[in-house]
C-alpha cells in the first residue's frame, strides 16, 4: 500500500501539513501487507508555486505516483473530486502529528475522514470585495 502524506520538510519525523495544494514536499510511505513501513520518500510538489490549479496539478501527481491514500490536513473541493475519481482515499490528520504517527493511525483505522477545505483563489489573490474596496476606490 502507498500513502502520499502532504509534509513540509518531508521525511516520517515531519508534521503533517494542514495544506494539501500548496504542501512542499510528500513523504511517500509504502507499507507491507504486514503493516510494515517498507521503503520512504521525500518528493517536492510540482503544483507548490502554480499560480493557479495547484489543487488538480497536485492530484495528478498522487495518482501518477500510484497512491493509496493521501494524508493531508485538509482538501480543496477541485483537489478531492481528482482524487476520488480516481479512486484514491482521502484522510486528514491533525497538525500535531508526524507522518509516522499519522501512517500507523490510518493503519489502526483512527483516521477515516477527510476534512473538506474551502475552494479559492488561494493565498488572498482573490477577486473579493475585501477591505480594498470598501471605501471605494
Known sequence: ??????????????????????????????VDENGN???VQVVE????SQPR????TTAQFCIDQGADVV??????PNSSGVLQAA????????????VREAVEAYLR?????????????????GRGRGRWMRGGW
Do not use: C, H, K, W
Not at 71 to 76: A, K, L, R, V, Y
Not at 113 to 125: T, V
Open 1 to 30: 500500500m502507498r500513502l502520499i502524506v502532504a509534509t513540509v520538510r518531508g521525511g516520517l519525523d515531519d508534521y503533517v501539513n494542514q495544506s494539501f495544494g500548496r504542501t512542499p514536499t510528500f513523504t511517500i510511505v509504502d
Open 37 to 39: 513501513i517498507v521503503n
Open 45 to 48: 510538489n510540482p503544483g507548490y
Open 53 to 56: 490549479g495547484a489543487g488538480v
Open 71 to 76: 494524508i493531508s490536513g485538509q482538501f480543496g
Open 87 to 98: 479512486g484514491i482515499r482521502l484522510v486528514s490528520a491533525p497538525p500535531t502529528m508526524t
Open 109 to 125: 483505522g483512527e483516521l477515516t475522514q477527510a476534512i473538506m477545505g474551502q475552494g479559492g483563489m488561494g493565498r488572498g489573490r
